[in-house]
């Protein structure tokens, strides 16, 4: 943008941007940051004017993103943050952009579903990240196929998420106090929560009111709960409407919730490769593995790059699911050793010292 590149640059200044507001890898990177380097001048964008007013009640420097100083933020800030590419369109020539990813996971980006516009659009945006942040060259094999990738562009920290994970998973004062905000019940804080969490289908059948009706009554006919989280592309299409379950669809950033449960159940969402950070049991329901994988596209080998039960239909689904209330996880390790750095509890860390490097000596992609 003609106009972004007269505005001169603020060397010190970082925008951060994520879908939805303030959350995801971008609000756990800006968190590390904000304590590990105080001198640095950081921003949110936001589109949503109750977070805007939220964030600025908790002493968070943020600005509505259709507006003048939305514009102004992005243009002179000298390093973008962000997921899904989200900040592309505002990019200037002498900005870095770090794509942090949104998860990885089995579904290939983009879809098989996806149009050849769409297809040509994304290869376009991605040409201009910067710099991209993942766990491992396995878990993206399709990205560097695709968008032809340079290697040098793409960096193997690990999620800022995963750390996040990776320090709470044996915090139970802190999976306690999550539980209370969720709710008040002495009886039901007791029991084992479990989530069930699909993924968004372009295209396809939505769990049925059987299948959750069953999944139901196991989780509870084994002293459980049920919460029901649908994606948030979903809306009501799939809706808690049996006794017993509670929908948490509200929770912004279900990432800082997870340590609060004890099972899960998904498809093939990247939910599950942050609950493996947890080493918590779960369960996958591909009911329509054949079906996702014509018309969307899988690049994980299944069942061995799923880190949990794995089932394709009802029965093998209740099978799991008790498995998962008896507590008994299955092909975490393995999926670990694979997909993640070995040291996942530095990935904020590593991604500031990188970021730091380039504001201080910059590099050739300026």
């Known amino acids: 943008m003609i106009l972004n590149d007269l505005i001169p640059k603020k060397p010190n200044k970082i925008a951060f941007l994520s879908i ?32 805007l007013q939220e964030l600025i009640a908790k002493k968070i420097k943020a600005v509505r993103k259709n507006s003048i100083m939305g514009f102004f933020t992005l243009a002179s800030s000298k390093v973008l943050i962000g997921t899904h590419n989200n900040m592309i369109s505002v990019k200037g020539k002498k900005q870095y952009f770090f794509n942090l990813w949104h998860g990885i996971g089995p579904k290939t980006v983009p879809a098989k579903c996806d149009s050849l516009e769409q297809k040509e659009s994304a290869r376009c945006s991605w040409n201009k990240v910067s710099y991209s942040i993942t766990t491992s060259r396995a878990a993206v094999p399709h990205y560097f196929e695709f968008f032809d990738l340079p290697e040098d562009r793409v960096k193997f920290f690990g999620y800022a998420r995963h750390e996040f994970l990776s320090k709470k998973r044996d915090d139970h004062e802190y999976a306690l106090s999550l539980r209370h905000n969720l709710c008040s019940d002495k009886v039901l804080l007791r029991k084992k929560w479990i989530l069930l969490a699909p993924t968004y289908r372009e295209e396809g059948r939505d769990l049925n009111d059987e299948e959750l009706q069953m999944i139901n009554k196991t989780v509870q006919d084994n002293g459980g709960l049920l919460m029901l989280r649908a994606h948030p592309v979903l809306g009501k299409r799939i809706e808690a409407n049996h006794r017993g379950i509670v929908d948490v669809g509200s929770i912004r950033d279900i990432t800082e919730y997870l340590p609060a449960f004890d099972g899960l159940v998904t498809d093939y969402s990247s939910i599950a490769y942050d609950f493996a950070v947890l080493r918590k049991p779960m369960v996958f329901y591909l009911y329509d593995y054949e079906e996702m994988d014509r018309i969307r ?63 201080r000596d910059g590099d050739s992609h300026e």
């Open 297 to 359: 596209g899988l690049n994980f080998a299944c069942p061995s790059d799923y880190p949990g039960h794995v089932a394709f239909n009802a029965e093998e689904l209740e099978l799991g699911l008790i498995e998962v209330m008896n507590g008994n996880s299955k092909n975490i390790d393995p999926v670990l050793k694979k997909f993640y750095p070995p040291d996942i509890e530095n990935a904020c860390t590593k991604t500031t010292e990188f970021i730091m490097s380039l504001i």
């Open 20 to 51: 939805p507001d303030y959350s995801d890898n971008p609000r756990f990177l800006y968190e590390f940051m904000r304590q590990d380097q105080e001198d640095l001048e950081y921003i949110w964008i936001v589109n949503d004017r109750e977070i």
